[in-house]
Structures are given as C-alpha cells and as structure tokens.
Nanobody, 125 residues
C-alpha cells in the first residue's frame, strides 16, 4: 500500500522559510518521481517541483525557482521541499505525489498516481 504523508506546514511571515516533508511508504524513491503541488483558494492546482528518482534530476516551476529546493533522503524515504523567501502568493495547500519517473518532468507531474492529503502553508504578516 502506497502512502504519502506531508508535514511542516504552518503560518510564516513574508520573507520567512518553511521546510515541508513528504514521508513515502510502499514505494522506493529510486524508482519513482515525487512531485510537490500546491492549490490556492480559487486557483487550479500547480505542480511546483519534482525530483526524479531514476535520473536524479529536478524541476522547478518559474514561480518558485531560486527560492525553493527539493531533495530526497533515501534512507528515510522522505522528500523535502525547503521554501525560502516566502511570499504571500505562496499561500496554498501543498501536496506531494508519486508517479512513474518520466524523463520529462512536466509529463511526470501530469501523471502522478499516489497523493498525500496536503499541508497548509499560510504566508501572512
């Protein structure tokens, strides 16, 4: 049984940092792509980052490039999203998901098979 559990969300001031974790069970990070998505109220879900377990490559959406960093810990089967220089527009529910490791990250993000329940990030003064 595949499970993904997000943690680390919360309230932070603009310019601050948060570290989100996605604990993955039931699949090996070496054979899956793990993506981070977010959905703000009234907006469509956005794929913001992805890490490919097979190729070791990463992807960042333009909206977060240079501010967020995705990484994985194979020993703990955990993927982390380090979020720095947070902006009010980063406020959203953040989800992690797992799917096949397509070399094209955009395709991988579109074809995720397993999802976590999400964690809320609020950026506000």
């Amino acid at each position: 049984q595949v499970q993904l559990v997000e943690s680390g969300g919360g309230l932070v001031q603009p310019g601050g940092s948060l570290r989100l974790s996605c604990a993955v069970s039931g699949v090996s990070l070496d054979y899956y792509a793990i993506g981070w998505f977010r959905q703000a109220p009234g907006k469509e879900r956005e794929g913001v980052s992805c890490i490919n377990g097979k190729y070791g490559t990463t992807y960042y959406a333009d909206s977060i490039k240079g501010r967020f960093t995705i990484s994985r810990d194979n020993a703990k089967n955990t993927v982390t999203l380090q979020m720095n220089s947070l902006k009010t527009e980063d406020t959203a529910v953040y989800y992690c998901a797992a799917g096949l490791p397509y070399s094209d990250h955009i395709q991988a993000l579109k074809r995720m098979d397993y999802w976590g329940k999400g964690t809320l990030v609020t950026v506000s003064s």
